[in-house]
C-alpha cells in the first residue's frame, strides 16, 4: 500500500478494548463448557487474529481447524454468493463445536456455514463472532452465541478484517471509508 494509506482509517475499538473483551469471551467459554473439549473452527481469514487471542485465553481442552469461503469481492459490499475454499481437515461428529468468525453482517456466510456444520452432528454448534452489525442483517433469525461488540453500519478493518486483503495487521479495528464505488 502506498504511503498514507490510514489517511481514510478512524479508531472504533481500540486492542485494548479488544483484548479486555476477548478475555471475557474466553472466560464465559470457559464456564460454559467447564471440564469438556471445545473444537474452534476458525473461519478464514479474517478471524485469525481474534481465534489466536481467543484460544489462549480458554482454560479447557483445545483443539482447532479451519475453513475458508469467500463472501466478499474486493469491494465493500456482499455478492450474496458464499464459496467454500477450503473445507475442514477432521470429522466433527461429537464434538462441542465453536465457530469463530471475524464479522457477523448479513448473515448469509454464517446461515451457510453452519448448514453445513450441521449435517456433520456435532454435539453442539456455538458461534462466536467478534464483531455483530445487527442492523445489516438480511436472515434474521442468525445470531452469536458470543458476540465481542456490536457495531453501528460502518465498513471496519483491522485485527484480521480486510479491504481487499489490506489493514488485517492494524490493531485496532478502524472505520475505513471510501469514495463510493
Ligand atoms: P455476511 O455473510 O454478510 O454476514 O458477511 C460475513 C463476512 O463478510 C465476514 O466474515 C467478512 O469477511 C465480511 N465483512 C462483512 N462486513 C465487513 C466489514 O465491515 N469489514 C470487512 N469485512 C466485512
Redesign the pocket.
Known sequence: MPVGYRDHLKVLIRNTAIQKRVRAVAKQITKDFRGERVHLIG?LK?ACIFLSDLIRHIDLDTSLDFMAVS??GKGQS?SGEVRLNKDLDTSIEGLNVILV??????????SYLRRILLQRKPKVLRVAALLD?PSRRIIAEIKADYVGFEIPND???GYG??YAEHYRNLKDVCILTLPPE
Not at 101 to 110: A, M
Request: aromatic share 10%.
Open positions: 473461519v479474517g463472501s466478499y456482499s468468525e471475524d464479522i457477523l453482517d448479513t448473515g448469509l456466510t454464517l452489525k465498513f471496519v478493518v478484517l480486510d
